[in-house]
């Protein structure tokens, strides 16, 4: 059997085990793809909220990038929680030879604030410009493009900052029909005019952790096929993605997402908003 697929995830960790590095690995295993790990910092949250953040030494982020891109045949890297400026500069001068799926970790489900403005200054000028794409939620990309306005011309100014992006949308309710709620996403190249993408809501609250998981989700599809095959490990740039192919991994991203948190809409876990499920498909099957 040959070896699959490797995704690097370059993120912050979640006690509470729903979203950050550990819906990072959850979903490329569930994909087909072997997961590496950077730890940017190690948080102490729950489904409340964030009790504190704990940066890991810029020194030894360094590290963790060394030894495994020393060791390990990366075809796609996907970013979460950064965390300060430096690293997010690291992570661009490091990691810009190879394909970058960028979700602009801001802030956290509970609405804890994780990214300052330098932060903030930092993705747009720094490592955006030299990504494969970005996923930013709406209020992500309010703040990154420095405006309010409508999703889809949000998400086309971001995309010419020099990455193609998907900008997620929540729920869209219909007054008494709840069953058929929806939720649109906003595909964009650069250059290009933003694009809909309408899939089906899952009425839950078991939803933290949902924003890692669709980047995470992204990444692995286009690592093991649903991207450029031939820059896969040999970076890339956003000219390599077609509306097409982007439109496609998107797709095939929300539904899996979509998936997971019908799992989890059916779990009592935690005070708050409960995590989104990270137990295979395979599984799921087997226990149903």
Aim: some cysteine; proline content about 7%; overall charge negative.
């Amino acid at each position: 059997m040959s070896a699959p697929p490797v995704v690097l995830t370059v993120a912050g960790t979640d006690s509470g085990g729903a979203a950050g590095v550990a819906a990072d690995l959850a979903a490329f295993g569930h994909l087909g793809c072997h997961g590496a790990c950077v730890v940017t910092a190690v948080t102490a949250q729950d489904t409340v909220g964030v009790r504190a953040v704990h940066p890991v030494p810029i020194a030894v982020v360094d590290d963790q990038i060394g030894a495994v891109l020393d060791d390990l045949p990366v075809a796609v890297v996907k970013t979460g929680m950064l965390g300060t400026p430096t690293v997010v500069a690291l992570v661009a001068d490091r990691l810009c030879h190879l394909p970058l799926v960028v979700d602009p970790v801001l802030s956290a489900t509970s609405g804890a604030v994780l990214a300052g403005r330098s932060v903030v200054d930092a993705y747009v000028e720094r490592l955006l410009p030299r990504a494969w794409v970005a996923t930013p939620n709406h209020e992500e990309a309010r703040v990154l493009a420095g405006r309010d306005g409508p999703p889809a011309a949000l998400a086309a100014r971001l995309a010419d900052v020099g990455c193609a992006i998907v900008l997620t949308g929540g729920p869209e309710w219909q007054p008494g029909r709840r069953e058929e709620a929806t939720c649109t996403d906003w595909v964009c190249l650069p250059g290009g005019r933003a694009e809909p993408l309408r899939h089906r809501a899952v009425p839950t609250t078991a939803d933290h952790g949902s924003g890692c998981t669709f980047a995470s989700a992204l990444a692995a599809l286009l690592a093991a096929g649903r991207g450029p095959s031939s820059h896969q490990g040999s970076g890339g740039t956003p000219g390599d993605l077609t509306v097409d192919v982007l439109r496609s991994a998107s797709r095939a991203a929300a539904a899996y997402v979509a998936d997971q948190l019908i799992t989890s809409s059916t779990w009592d876990l935690g005070r708050g908003r409960g995590p989104i499920a990270h137990i295979s498909r395979h599984h799921q099957e087997e226990t149903a």
